[in-house]
């Protein structure tokens, strides 16, 4: 990548977002996109991008922290075993634990359910300056809830409320709440890691085949496979109404773990390089106290020498 470097880096890194984008810009059909794809690269090739982004990533995150205006909502979909958990694992390998926050958002619990179902993921936002990473979010309000109607059943909504039209209202409730934080300084990225119903067949085997992968394995998630179908449905459906430039959802390859990680990780560092990241400028007057300061701590140093030497 060295020889393309009069471009900027979200231009170098084009080729492993844009593909895999969905704005809300034109139509959108799943099924046409592919789940094997390695843009091109080989195994090898992807790991140099993906060691190269999480150097940029840890650079830019501690500008985003030391200036503090913006934060990063990354957003993260996809079936059981799609690989969100070791994709959030390597893509953050090595950024300032300080400055990022996963929340692995799971069955709601009764105290969530008494509230509106935006609430959990509003109290877990990332601060100005700050990553936050759903594992899961409000999206499973318009997946596994709606796939699975009996879960509507027991929201406590008042049942006059719940309509046909309550799948396009949430959607319209979600592109909304979206928006509003979007217009109040968080960047928001989503990635639906889309895994064929084969490679999910081969993972599934692994976590019953390794001991060390046993506990990974959950006999719902054989429940869920037999709903494949209905999930890639609402998936379509989701991906569709809730796609817009201010909360773009990027459709990522998954079966190939390493390629997801070229998409995931570049797509982050691209958003992150247009921001125009810097540390905060020191202005003239703490300078010169700066000067003062530095002088007096040295000065400490000689005192000491002087007294020891005596
Ligand atoms: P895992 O991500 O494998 O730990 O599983 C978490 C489980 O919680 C998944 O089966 C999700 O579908 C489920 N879950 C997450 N959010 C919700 C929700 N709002 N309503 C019902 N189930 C949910
Ligand atoms: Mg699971």
Known sequence: MGKQSSQSLADQLKPYVAPFR??????FHLKSHKTNERGGLDKEKGEKII???RKRLSDFQEKLYAQDRWSLLLIFQGMDAAGKDSAI????DGVDPQGCEVT???VPSSKELDHDFLWRAAIALPERGRIGIFNRSHYEECTVVRVHPEILARQKLPPKLITRDIWRERFEDISCFE????????????????VSKEE?????????EQPSK??????????ERKLWAKYQAAYQDMIHHTGTRHSPWHIVPADHKWFARVVIGSTIVAALDKLDLHFPKVDKADKSEFKLVRQALLDEDKSRAVKKSK
């Open 22 to 27: 969905y704005d809300g810009t034109g139509e």
């Open 51 to 53: 060691e190269a982004n």
């Open 89 to 92: 694992k390597s893509v953050f």
């Open 104 to 106: 692995a958002f799971k």
């Open 179 to 194: 928006r509003h934080l979007a217009r109040n300084g968080t960047v928001i990225l989503k990635f639906f890691l889309n």
């Open 200 to 208: 999910q067949r081969a993972r599934f085997l692994d976590r019953l």
């Open 214 to 223: 046993n506990w990974k394995f959950n006999m719902g998630d054989i429940a």
